[in-house]
């Protein structure tokens, strides 16, 4: 049962249909629309749900589905009924698309049926149409939506003597009309036209004497006639003749396959009910996209448990403003069925409730609704609102007679499967008798066992619902501080409304709120003063808490990454002693064996100086072999963001040596490295902080400038051979660099004969370079083509 009679309307459920309308390709799918109720039925309910949700997967999916426009067949169909009536071309050409679009969802649901199992079911509507129909069609109708031409020999015929006239009867004309138009008979600018359907020559009317033949038309002013001549008009006649004999016979062709379909009309009926089904379940799945909705479990123990639910309507609006919506969250069920909200005005009370009803009512009529997916809901056999003002002027009821007459419909059929939503509850009339009597319709509603979401600001009903099982107490979040509501709903503690401080920061005299205070009671003003208190005190402690919440997950992912840290240096300690140990021992027993081999050897050689030198030597060798080599400990530079400037210091990556940018032009630069200069390119550079040029410029003045080991480790021969191809690139550009910053003239590049691949990359990567001046094999005693000499500039 639904109350009152324009529910839709106080809910707004038919923008709702309005929307969905919108994203419908077809009248059918609108029809579809207007036809959407409430329902109780939990099968039904569950399986519109589901038809839905499986066909916003496929929208999420990308999978391509028909979704052309089509048109309603119907009244064709009814049409086609009659013995000896028949469709005309643009008729079967609609006939024709609903039939592709039928085939394309079979086709479709052929392939993924099993991933979309409730809408697969439909398919049951189109079990018993022949598709042979749509073969038929298509032979005689082509895409335009005309008859084709081998519709039938002789429709074929006709239209070939038909173009044969026409190209016979144009070059008629064209010829009189050049006669006439040599003879000054025609009017200047217009050339031949078509009047009544025939071809004609506008001839001026002072000529038309002039000339033999019908006149069929002349111009506005009188001045031009259109003319057919006599020689022409045979022809003309003839193409009409045979146009009429063209139109009989396409008539014939389509009663023929009107007299096909005729038996097959139930079944098309049907098809154009599946198409139109489709369409509805399309846009109430592009709607629920559009709303971000999604399908609840659906349970049928009483409970109605939502997160994040949204209003869809508030949240469109609001988006078109970019602005945000806040969810609500809100739970019935158990000893908590009534939700009673108080919370100051414009606090977003009301809005709560509107929200509440609309989803339930959506949900009971199939759609998906904006909660979170793992929202729970129920169903109810009644739905009852009393929101708004329902003062009727002709029937003479006041706006408080009218919500007891709500008040009388609920108390005498609500029940257990009733859900209820009252706005302003107890409104209308004096608050002292209002209150009262909302007091008591609350406690009887309670004792039926409803469901229901309820608004007031009268304090005795926050009382009854803290103090009675089935009820419970809701406030809108306020901000005390700033007086601004935060549109978040809070269950389990009654609101304030907050209306002496509200005027208090107005700016209402002193003593009238003193006024008002004594006249309240100075219980009632503690009672607020305490909620008051309580708002505030809440949200500095949500505001701790929400710090407290952050510092104490971020200490325990700190803890969890040191754990972790300990656990894995300890493991590797243990593996690195381990591993020691164990060359240790190896170490241990390779020196023993070897030392007592030693002492053997001098012994059995019996200690001759030359044989006991040689001894110590190998000794002294082995000795070399298993101490720990001293690597140098490379030096370690900070790096500078930012584009690299001329003045700036940067290190050379590939040999990091440091260097000073003197000039820059496209991708390279030209940079200092003490008294060498060289260029290279941008990309091989690294900017750095200018004190460890400083540093570097020191050193080189305390006479251990890098590049002077550089010089004695440097070697002027590179031998590449049996490298790869992409080893060697940067081993020739490192090896060119650091010959060109020391100045050095002339290199040598080895990379031998075989295939010639090596020799043609590094000729290849020498030419790019800018220190390269010139490149020639070696002489052929010293390797010839194997050998690459390089003179340096």
Same mark, same amino acid.
């Given at each position: 049962?639904?109350?009152?009679?324009?529910?839709?309307?106080?809910?707004?459920?038919?923008?709702?249909?309005?929307?969905?309308?919108?994203?419908?390709?077809?009248?059918?799918?609108?029809?579809?629309?207007?036809?959407?109720?409430?329902?109780?039925?939990?099968?039904?309910?569950?399986?519109?749900?589901?038809?839905?949700?499986?066909?916003?997967?496929?929208?999420?999916?990308?999978?391509?589905?028909?979704?052309?426009?089509?048109?309603?067949?119907?009244?064709?169909?009814?049409?086609?009924?009659?013995?000896?009536?028949?469709?005309?071309?643009?008729?079967?050409?609609?006939?024709?698309?609903?039939?592709?679009?039928?085939?394309?969802?079979?086709?479709?649901?052929?392939?993924?049926?099993?991933?979309?199992?409730?809408?697969?079911?439909?398919?049951?509507?189109?079990?018993?149409?022949?598709?042979?129909?749509?073969?038929?069609?298509?032979?005689?109708?082509?895409?335009?939506?005309?008859?084709?031409?081998?519709?039938?020999?002789?429709?074929?015929?006709?239209?070939?003597?038909?173009?044969?006239?026409?190209?016979?009867?144009?070059?008629?004309?064209?010829?009189?009309?050049?006669?006439?138009?040599?003879?000054?008979?025609?009017?200047?600018?217009?050339?031949?036209?078509?009047?009544?359907?025939?071809?004609?020559?506008?001839?001026?009317?002072?000529?038309?004497?002039?000339?033999?033949?019908?006149?069929?038309?002349?111009?506005?002013?009188?001045?031009?006639?259109?003319?057919?001549?006599?020689?022409?008009?045979?022809?003309?006649?003839?193409?009409?003749?045979?146009?009429?004999?063209?139109?009989?016979?396409?008539?014939?062709?389509?009663?023929?396959?009107?007299?096909?379909?005729?038996?097959?009309?139930?079944?098309?009926?049907?098809?154009?009910?599946?198409?139109?089904?489709?369409?509805?379940?399309?846009?109430?799945?592009?709607?629920?996209?559009?709303?971000?909705?999604?399908?609840?479990?659906?349970?049928?123990?009483?409970?109605?448990?939502?997160?994040?639910?949204?209003?869809?309507?508030?949240?469109?609006?609001?988006?078109?403003?970019?602005?945000?919506?806040?969810?609500?969250?809100?739970?019935?069920?158990?000893?908590?069925?009534?939700?009673?909200?108080?919370?100051?005005?414009?606090?977003?009370?009301?809005?709560?409730?509107?929200?509440?009803?609309?989803?339930?009512?959506?949900?009971?009529?199939?759609?998906?609704?904006?909660?979170?997916?793992?929202?729970?809901?129920?169903?109810?056999?009644?739905?009852?609102?009393?929101?708004?003002?329902?003062?009727?002027?002709?029937?003479?009821?006041?706006?408080?007679?009218?919500?007891?007459?709500?008040?009388?419909?609920?108390?005498?059929?609500?029940?257990?499967?009733?859900?209820?939503?009252?706005?302003?509850?107890?409104?209308?009339?004096?608050?002292?008798?209002?209150?009262?009597?909302?007091?008591?319709?609350?406690?009887?509603?309670?004792?039926?066992?409803?469901?229901?979401?309820?608004?007031?600001?009268?304090?005795?009903?926050?009382?009854?619902?803290?103090?009675?099982?089935?009820?419970?107490?809701?406030?809108?979040?306020?901000?005390?501080?700033?007086?601004?509501?935060?549109?978040?709903?809070?269950?389990?503690?009654?609101?304030?409304?907050?209306?002496?401080?509200?005027?208090?920061?107005?700016?209402?005299?002193?003593?009238?709120?003193?006024?008002?205070?004594?006249?309240?009671?100075?219980?009632?003003?503690?009672?607020?003063?305490?909620?008051?208190?309580?708002?505030?005190?809440?949200?500095?402690?949500?505001?701790?808490?929400?710090?407290?919440?952050?510092?104490?997950?971020?200490?325990?992912?700190?803890?969890?990454?040191?754990?972790?840290?300990?656990?894995? $240096? +300890?493991?590797? !300690? %243990? =593996? /690195?002693?381990? *591993?020691? &140990?164990?060359? @240790?021992?190896?170490?241990?027993?390779?020196?023993?064996?070897?030392?007592?081999?030693?002492?053997?050897?001098?012994?059995?050689?019996?200690?001759?100086?030359?044989?006991?030198?040689?001894?110590?030597?190998? $000794? +002294?060798?082995? !000795? %070399? =072999? /298993?101490?720990? *080599?001293? &690597?140098?400990? @490379?030096?370690?530079?900070?790096?500078?963001?930012?584009?690299?400037?001329?003045?700036?210091?940067?290190?050379?990556?590939?040999?990091?040596?440091?260097?000073?940018?003197?000039?820059?032009?496209?991708?390279?630069?030209?940079?200092?490295?003490?008294?060498?200069?060289?260029?290279? &390119?941008?990309?091989?550079?690294?900017?750095?902080?200018?004190?460890?040029?400083?540093?570097?410029?020191?050193?080189?003045?305390?006479?251990?400038?890098?590049?002077?080991?550089?010089?004695?480790?440097?070697?002027?021969?590179?031998?590449?051979?049996?490298?790869?191809?992409?080893?060697?690139?940067?081993?020739?550009?490192?090896?060119?660099?650091?010959?060109?910053?020391?100045?050095?003239?002339?290199?040598?590049?080895?990379?031998?004969?075989?295939?010639?691949?090596?020799?043609?990359?590094?000729?290849?990567?020498?030419?790019?370079?800018?220190?390269?001046?010139?490149?020639?094999?070696?002489?052929?005693?010293?390797?010839?083509?194997?050998?690459?000499?390089?003179?340096?500039?």
């Amino acid at each position: 049962m639904l109350y009152p009679s324009n529910l839709e309307q106080k809910i707004n459920f038919q923008k709702i249909k309005n929307l969905i309308k919108e994203e419908c390709n077809s009248s059918l799918g609108r029809d579809y629309v207007e036809k959407i109720s409430f329902s109780s039925d939990f099968s039904l309910v569950q399986k519109l749900l589901d038809q839905t949700d499986e066909f916003k997967k496929i929208l999420e999916s990308g999978e391509s589905f028909p979704s052309s426009s089509i048109s309603d067949i119907n009244p064709f169909l009814e049409k086609a009924r009659l013995e000896g009536t028949f469709l005309d071309e643009e008729e079967f050409h609609e006939l024709k698309l609903s039939l592709q679009m039928v085939k394309g969802c079979l086709n479709f649901f052929a392939k993924h049926g099993d991933l979309y199992p409730s809408l697969s079911q439909l398919l049951g509507l189109v079990i018993d149409l022949d598709m042979n129909l749509l073969k038929e069609i298509e032979k005689i109708i082509d895409e335009k939506g005309q008859i084709r031409s081998n519709a039938s020999k002789e429709l074929q015929l006709i239209r070939s003597q038909i173009i044969y006239e026409e190209s016979r009867l144009r070059k008629v004309m064209d010829r009189i009309f050049k006669e006439v138009r040599a003879k000054g008979f025609t009017v200047d600018d217009i050339g031949i036209t078509i009047r009544s359907g025939r071809m004609v020559i506008p001839i001026a009317a002072e000529n038309k004497r002039k000339i033999r033949g019908f006149i069929h038309d002349e111009s506005s002013t009188g001045q031009t006639v259109f003319m057919e001549p006599e020689e022409a008009l045979d022809i003309n006649n003839e193409i009409r003749d045979l146009e009429y004999m063209e139109r009989r016979e396409i008539i014939r062709i389509l009663t023929e396959l009107t007299d096909r379909i005729r038996p097959f009309i139930p079944g098309l009926k049907k098809a154009t009910n599946f198409l139109g089904l489709m369409d509805f379940i399309r846009a109430k799945a592009k709607f629920a996209q559009k709303t971000e909705s999604n399908k609840p479990l659906l349970e049928k123990q009483r409970v109605l448990i939502w997160s994040k639910a949204r209003h869809p309507l508030l949240e469109l609006a609001l988006k078109s403003q970019q602005k945000k919506i806040v969810p609500l969250d809100i739970r019935l069920e158990g000893n908590e069925r009534i939700l009673v909200i108080s919370g100051p005005n414009a606090g977003g009370k009301s809005v709560s409730l509107k929200t509440v009803a609309l989803l339930q009512y959506m949900l009971q009529c199939g759609l998906l609704i904006p909660v979170h997916p793992d929202s729970k809901s129920t169903l109810f056999q009644n739905f009852f609102i009393d929101i708004g003002d329902e003062q009727n002027l002709e029937n003479d009821l006041s706006t408080y007679s009218s919500h007891l007459m709500s008040m009388r419909h609920f108390t005498e059929f609500a029940n257990k499967k009733t859900i209820l939503f009252i706005d302003e509850f107890g409104t209308g009339t004096e608050p002292q008798f209002g209150g009262v009597i909302a007091e008591g319709v609350l406690l009887d509603l309670n004792k039926k066992g409803v469901f229901g979401v309820i608004t007031t600001h009268y304090g005795n009903l926050k009382q009854v619902a803290e103090k009675n099982p089935g009820m419970i107490n809701g406030a809108m979040r306020y901000d005390v501080d700033k007086l601004t509501p935060m549109y978040r709903l809070q269950i389990g503690k009654p609101g304030s409304s907050f209306a002496l401080e509200i005027a208090s920061k107005i700016g209402i005299h002193e003593e009238i709120l003193s006024y008002a205070k004594s006249k309240i009671g100075e219980e009632r003003v503690n009672y607020d003063r305490l909620l008051t208190k309580l708002e505030n005190e809440k949200n500095q402690y949500q505001a701790l808490l929400s710090e407290v919440t952050k510092k104490d997950k971020l200490l325990k992912t700190r803890l969890q990454e040191y754990n972790q840290l300990k656990e894995t $240096l +300890e493991q590797s !300690k %243990k =593996t /690195i002693l381990q *591993e020691a &140990k164990f060359q @240790a021992k190896q170490l241990l027993d390779q020196a023993n064996q070897k030392i007592e081999t030693t002492i053997r050897q001098i012994k059995e050689q019996q200690a001759e100086k030359e044989k006991t030198k040689e001894a110590r030597k190998g $000794l +002294e060798e082995f !000795k %070399k =072999t /298993i101490q720990p *080599e001293k &690597k140098p400990i @490379a030096p370690t530079y900070k790096k500078v963001s930012g584009e690299i400037e001329i003045g700036d210091a940067v290190r050379v990556k590939d040999n990091g040596a440091i260097a000073e940018v003197l000039n820059l032009r496209n991708k390279e630069a030209d940079i200092s490295i003490g008294d060498l200069k060289s260029t290279v &390119k941008l990309s091989r550079l690294e900017k750095i902080s200018k004190t460890e040029l400083k540093k570097e410029s020191k050193t080189r003045k305390g006479g251990t400038y890098l590049p002077n080991q550089k010089m004695m480790d440097f070697s002027t021969n590179l031998d590449l051979r049996g490298k790869r191809g992409e080893e060697v690139l940067p081993m020739i550009q490192n090896f060119i660099d650091e010959g060109h910053m020391l100045g050095i003239k002339e290199l040598r590049i080895v990379h031998g004969k075989g295939d010639g691949i090596l020799r043609d990359i590094t000729r290849n990567l020498l030419r790019t370079m800018p220190p390269v001046q010139k490149m020639q094999d070696e002489h052929a005693d010293r390797g010839g083509a194997g050998v690459t000499l390089v003179s340096l500039k």
